[in-house]
């Protein structure tokens, strides 16, 4: 699957309905609002909602400062 895919416009998450990025590095489609990815198998997507997982995205470490 490319990114410019026909069948990538017309995919969606199967639990919001919205729209789906493909993350070529990993071989999963990511679904940035709820933050999971379903995997490519063998070309074929794995859109059930059982195949989702939970992203592990490390975001950057905030340091709290206080003004005392």
Same mark, same amino acid.
């Given at each position: 699957m490319t990114?410019?895919?026909p069948l990538l416009k017309i995919l969606a998450c199967p639990l919001d309905k919205g729209p789906l990025i493909l993350?070529?590095?990993g071989g999963a489609l990511y679904n940035?609002?709820?933050r999971r990815?379903?995997?490519i198998v063998d070309g074929v997507p794995q859109l059930l909602p059982s195949s989702?997982? #939970? *992203? =592990?995205?490390?975001? #950057? *470490? =905030?340091?709290?400062?206080?003004? =005392?």
């Amino acid at each position: 699957m490319t990114p410019d895919s026909p069948l990538l416009k017309i995919l969606a998450c199967p639990l919001d309905k919205g729209p789906l990025i493909l993350d070529e590095v990993g071989g999963a489609l990511y679904n940035p609002r709820l933050r999971r990815r379903y995997p490519i198998v063998d070309g074929v997507p794995q859109l059930l909602p059982s195949s989702g997982v #939970p *992203a =592990v995205t490390e975001e #950057p *470490a =905030v340091e709290s400062q206080r003004d =005392v």
